[in-house]
């Protein structure tokens, strides 16, 4: 019998917990901790309910209805760092917290609530890709692996000791949003399975090793922006990285033609950097800076997703793509691999 079967009731009352997440990597992870056993969930702590579509519709987070559906105590601060936010949470009596996909920053006075422990779900390898996007930034990186890690929450930004870890192969056609469920279900399962283990006092924290600490940005829409200046392998892996947000696209002089899928193809003969380039059988390609990224499915601005052969009989090739100014493809590659950045230009942690 493995300790994730182990129903804890039968040697104790469950451990009092708050969870604490906001988007949809939370939800298989809250309802696997539901059904451990190990924990009694008084408390759901999630974001505030944000405006939502064209009529700017008030909507709740994903764990926010998720919790809803199955009756629990869903807590929305506008501020964790509000004296009453704090105490109202005290008040509740959890010995534990754990936290999964949050968005927003814990002060010290909610870290210091439960007193066994605040653990918190991060979707990567720590301490590599801390921040707020370590998915998109393990794929942009070229990594070969990924993973979750299971870390003892401090002050600073997914600084704290690592308390269980499970690595997975990262798929190379692997994109952002077939990514994050894959990573969540891992998450699930870690937790499940470290948990007993932790409240029983038989798992020991590991320090992250500082030296190896990179850190990911908050994504805005400029980050989907492909510079031909770049080589064509990263490029094809920014595709994949922020699909589905930002999304990529290439500004042409007609405008701008969004990137759904593409491929790295070698470089040939009399290729000009930022020239589109139609390809035997009526492909497109783009020329960078190093090989030839051909695109193979496009979308329009405000059109509708189609091969990128069928928007190429619509459009005379040679086009040219604009550059990105190099400040700004630099600061964008830097973010988005998990290079070292300052800690203060990064947004919360997942």
Known sequence: MTASSIDLRASGAPVRTLFFGSGEFAVPILEALRGSGAVDVVAVVTAPDRPAGRRATLTPTPLARAAHAVGLDVRQPASLREPTAAA???ALGPELAILADYGRIVPPSVLAIPKRGFLNLHPSLLPRHRGATPIPAAIVAGD????????EMDEQLDHGPVVAERRVALPPDATAGSLEPALAALAASLLVDALPAWLEGSLTAVPQDESLATLSRPLNRSDGQLDPGLPAAELERRVRAYDPWPGTYLQLDSGRLGIRAAAVRPTAAGDTVGALITLPGGGVALATADGRLELLEVQPAGGRPMPA?????????PLRVS???RDITDATATAAAGEPLDQRAVGASR
């Open 144 to 151: 070969r692996e990924t993973g979750v890690s299971l870390f």
């Open 309 to 317: 052969s069928d928007w190429r009989r619509g459009h005379s090739v």
């Open 323 to 325: 550059l990105v100014p």
């Open 88 to 90: 109202e949470l005290a």
